[in-house]
């Protein structure tokens, strides 16, 4: 799937989670993509993360983050 596609698809979780507190906002939207998210997804969403992660907005760039973190080495 492309970069733009998953930015997209990203930004619309972090919106629908947005008129909570920032960091529930952040925590439901990386909660939802490690739930919901194929593992080839997920990959290609760090992997864009990594590379600048272009488009994405604030909560969803901080959920993709905490994806990162939490993934194993």
Known sequence: MSPEKLTYMANQIARF????????????????????????????????LDAGGEGLDPIARAAVAKLKEDAPA
């Open 17 to 48: 989670f947005a008129t909570h507190p920032k960091e529930q906002a952040v925590t439901a939207t990386r909660d939802h993509i490690r739930r919901f998210w194929d593992p080839r997804m997920r990959s290609q969403i760090l992997a864009h």
